[in-house]
Nanobody
Framework: QRKFVQSGGGLVQPGGSLRLSCAASGFTLEDYGIGWFRQAPGKEREAISCVDTSGANRYIPDSVKGRVTISRDSAKNTVTLQMNGLKPEDTGVYYC???????????????????????WGQGTQVTVSP
């Protein structure tokens, strides 16, 4: 059975950092591009990162530019998102998603869509508040 399980998140103070991880079982993350998304209350889910199969982050919206780092651990079959300088507007449910062979994340025309990813994490709440 293939699973993509998230961990991390919670309450973070403004200016702090968050670290979210996604662990894959039943498939190998090296074969996938990785998208990270978030959904604020009352808003649509938005992409905040799309890392291609070489590890390059091909999509970084202005809202998180300079604050996001994505890393992979092939031995553990995990991927981690670290975001610094958190603001209240970073509050939301965060998701990871896997994209077979980087069909989306490797594409030069990827524009932040949520459709076409093969596996999704279950989502984890991040709240930025004093």
């Amino acid at each position: 059975q293939r699973k993509f399980v998230q961990s991390g998140g919670g309450l973070v103070q403004p200016g702090g950092s968050l670290r979210l991880s996604c662990a894959a079982s039943g498939f190998t993350l090296e074969d996938y591009g990785i998208g990270w998304f978030r959904q604020a209350p009352g808003k649509e889910r938005e992409a905040i990162s799309c890392v291609d199969t070489s590890g390059a982050n091909r999509y970084i919206p202005d809202s998180v530019k300079g604050r996001v780092t994505i890393s992979r651990d092939s031995a553990k079959n995990t991927v981690t998102l670290q975001m610094n300088g958190l603001k209240p507007e970073d509050t939301g449910v965060y998701y990871c998603a896997a994209d077979w062979k980087g069909g989306l994340c490797n594409s030069p025309v990827y524009s932040g869509g949520i459709y076409g990813f093969d596996y999704w994490g279950q989502g984890t709440q991040v709240t930025v508040s004093p």
